[in-house]
C-alpha cells in the first residue's frame, strides 16, 4: 500500500477540523504526493514505492507538549535525495507555527515547501489574499508577493511574517486506489484541491520560510490576527 508515500515522514502536517471527510474522500487517491501539505520537498521523479521501509540517516526527530503548547522538530534528510533543512513547529492554544532554515539541495529539480494542499469540498471554496478574494476557476494559479496573509474557507487562516512570496493553485486532480495501491479499485475519481507553497527554487543554499497556521480562522479573524 501506499506506493506513492515518500514524503509522509518529511513533516506532513494533517489538520483535522469539522471537514470529518477531508482524508477519507478519495484523498489519497487523488492527492499531489509531492505536495502535501507541511513538507519540505525535492521535487525529483520517484519510482513508486522508492524508500519503502528504509530508516532515516538523522537521529533526531521528535517534540514536548505540555496541555495546549507544544514544540516539534525535525533534522530533515528524505531518503534518495541531497535534500537537507531544519524544520520546526511551535503549537498554541489556537495557532501552529512552522519554522524552516538551512534549506539547500544539489539536485536539479525545484525545492517546495507545501504550506497547504486542501481538498476542496466544493471548487468555489473561497481563498482570501491581503484581503481580495481570488478567482475560484480549477486550473487557476498564480504567485504572490509580499504576502501577509491568507484564508480559505473550511480550513482555516494563514499568517507570512514579514511579507513571502506565495504560489497559489486551484488543481483537479484524478486518480485510482489501484495507482497506489496493489489490487486497489481501477475507478477514477476526481477531487480538487488547493495549495499554497513556498518555492525555494533549484539549488537553494541556507533557504528558509516562516508561516503560521491559524486552524478554522475565518478571512476577517485572519486579518485580525
Same mark, same amino acid.
Given at each position: 500500500?501506499?506506493?506513492?508515500?515518500?514524503?509522509?515522514?518529511?513533516?506532513?502536517?494533517?489538520?483535522?477540523?469539522?471537514?470529518?471527510?477531508?482524508?477519507?474522500?478519495?484523498?489519497?487517491?487523488?492527492?499531489?504526493?509531492?505536495?502535501?501539505?507541511?513538507?519540505?520537498?525535492?521535487?525529483?521523479?520517484?519510482a513508486?514505492?522508492?524508500?519503502?521501509?528504509?530508516?532515516?540517516?538523522?537521529?533526531?526527530?521528535?517534540?514536548?507538549?505540555?496541555?495546549?503548547?507544544?514544540?516539534?522538530?525535525?533534522?530533515?534528510?528524505?531518503?534518495? @535525495?541531497?535534500? !537537507?533543512?531544519?524544520?520546526?513547529?511551535?503549537? +498554541?492554544?489556537?495557532e *501552529?507555527?512552522?519554522?524552516? /532554515? =538551512?534549506? &539547500?539541495?544539489s539536485?536539479?529539480?525545484?525545492?517546495?515547501?507545501?504550506?497547504?494542499?486542501?481538498?476542496?469540498?466544493?471548487?468555489?471554496?473561497?481563498?482570501?489574499?491581503?484581503?481580495?478574494?481570488?478567482?475560484?476557476?480549477?486550473?487557476?494559479?498564480?504567485?504572490?508577493?509580499?504576502?501577509?496573509?491568507?484564508?480559505?474557507?473550511?480550513?482555516?487562516?494563514?499568517?507570512?511574517?514579514g511579507?513571502?512570496?506565495?504560489?497559489?493553485?486551484r488543481?483537479?486532480?484524478?486518480?485510482?486506489?489501484?495507482?497506489?495501491?496493489?489490487?486497489?479499485?481501477? @475507478?477514477?475519481? !476526481?477531487?480538487?484541491?488547493?495549495?499554497?507553497? +513556498?518555492?525555494?527554487? *533549484?539549488?537553494?543554499?541556507? /533557504? =528558509?520560510? &516562516?508561516?503560521?497556521?491559524?486552524?478554522?480562522?475565518?478571512?476577517?479573524?485572519?486579518?485580525?490576527?
Open positions: 500500500e501506499n506506493l506513492k508515500g515518500w514524503f509522509t515522514a518529511d513533516g506532513m502536517t494533517y489538520l483535522y477540523n469539522n471537514d470529518l471527510a477531508h482524508f477519507s474522500d478519495h484523498f489519497w487517491a487523488t492527492v499531489d504526493p509531492y505536495r502535501l501539505p507541511g513538507i519540505t520537498v525535492d521535487t525529483t521523479p520517484r513508486d514505492g522508492a524508500g519503502a521501509s528504509k530508516y532515516g540517516t538523522r537521529n533526531w526527530v521528535g517534540g514536548v507538549t505540555l496541555q495546549t503548547n507544544g514544540a516539534a522538530g525535525m533534522d530533515l534528510a528524505p531518503y534518495g @535525495s541531497t535534500l !537537507t533543512g531544519k524544520k520546526s513547529w511551535f503549537m +498554541f492554544e489556537d *501552529v507555527v512552522g519554522l524552516g /532554515a =538551512g534549506i &539547500a539541495c539536485g536539479t529539480a525545484p525545492v517546495e515547501t507545501i504550506i497547504e494542499n486542501r481538498r476542496l469540498g466544493s471548487s468555489t471554496a473561497a481563498l482570501v489574499v491581503d484581503g481580495a478574494s481570488q478567482p475560484p476557476l480549477m486550473g487557476w494559479s498564480k504567485t504572490v508577493t509580499n504576502a501577509g496573509w491568507a484564508a480559505l474557507t473550511n480550513a482555516g487562516g494563514y499568517y507570512f511574517p511579507g513571502a512570496t506565495v504560489k497559489l493553485a488543481t483537479a486532480r484524478k486518480g485510482s486506489w489501484s495507482q497506489i495501491n496493489t489490487g486497489g479499485s481501477t @475507478s477514477s475519481h !476526481t477531487r480538487n484541491y488547493l495549495t499554497l507553497c +513556498f518555492d525555494h527554487g *533549484v539549488q537553494p543554499h541556507a /533557504a =528558509g520560510y &516562516a508561516y503560521v497556521l491559524l486552524p478554522n480562522f475565518s478571512a476577517s479573524q485572519t486579518a485580525s490576527y
